[in-house]
């Protein structure tokens, strides 16, 4: 079919899962069982696990109840009384062993939440995320609706028309800049265990080489710069920070290796 396709903005909900659930699992001795149900408010035809139930088996097959691991949940975005489909997320808040009437303290989970100003931007195919995916709490809506503007911006030569020629392009964009402040909301922050201890989890944004990321040459290449691999500046940003900003970083010469192949001073 001939013609020329115009922008096509492609954000399927996703909402309806098929799943494949795994039953059981058989030792020569243990057979494993898993127990589903279909109760969930956050997908439809979603599934949970209930619990895992753990039995011996003898020479004929038999099995004896041993044990098992009850999982409990409730939901992530209660409070907002907006679209549950789009906006609710399943969340495990502990496991606990069970036999018989004997039970054992829990396991609980807390998690990192996010600011409430910015719990409106969480729905699940909003374009408030990071080139990775995790949240961060831009507002990349276009004519209002969220569920648009992933593209980030271009600045750069393309080819236009087809006829070889070529043009610098200067596009807005969606921010997707990773965001350390946003990009744990939903996340495990903290295991309680059933002796009393417990486990914090801390995490770190994402990190890339980019020499002109955030406009950081203004003016392009710093002064003196006559295209040389050998053209080595000593930057005067702090080296922790260069060292963890650019992997590549250099504290001898306080330069990173760019997209171009080249080294440029961290903080010029």
Same mark, same amino acid.
């Given at each position: 079919m001939a013609g020329?396709? =115009?922008?096509?903005?492609s954000n399927d909900p996703g909402q309806s899962y098929m799943n494949k659930t795994l039953q059981s699992i058989d030792y020569a001795n243990v057979q494993v069982q898993f127990s589903f149900d279909g109760v969930r408010s956050d997908v439809q035809g979603g599934k949970k696990l209930n619990n895992i139930k753990i039995y011996s088996k003898d020479q004929t097959g038999t099995l004896k109840y041993l044990k098992e691991q009850q999982f409990f949940y409730s939901y992530f975005n209660t409070n907002l009384g907006l679209d549950t489909l789009e906006f609710l997320r399943l969340r495990l808040d502990s496991v606990k062993e069970v036999s018989g009437t004997n039970s054992l303290p829990a396991y609980t989970f807390a998690y990192n939440m996010p600011a409430p100003a910015q719990s409106l931007l969480l729905g699940k195919h909003y374009?408030?995320?990071?080139?990775? =995916?995790?949240?961060? =709490?831009k507002s990349n809506a276009v004519a209002g609706n969220n569920s648009l503007g992933f593209l980030p911006p271009f600045n750069g030569i393309a080819s236009i028309g087809g006829q070889g020629n070529s043009t610098l392009l200067d596009l807005p964009g969606a921010n997707r800049d990773p965001d350390s402040s946003f990009m744990k909301a939903f996340s495990l922050s903290k295991v309680s265990y059933p002796t009393g201890g417990y486990t914090y989890l801390d995490y770190d944004p994402n990190y890339y080489d980019d020499y002109a990321y955030n406009d950081y040459y203004d003016d392009g290449y710093p002064a003196g710069y006559v295209g040389d691999p050998a053209y080595v500046v000593s930057g005067g940003a702090d080296p922790a920070y260069c060292a963890q900003r650019y992997k590549s970083y250099d504290p001898a010469s306080g330069t990173y290796l760019g997209y171009d192949g080249l080294r440029h001073p961290c903080g010029q």
């Open positions: 020329t396709e =115009g922008t096509t903005y374009s408030s995320v990071d080139h990775w =995916g995790f949240f961060n =709490g």
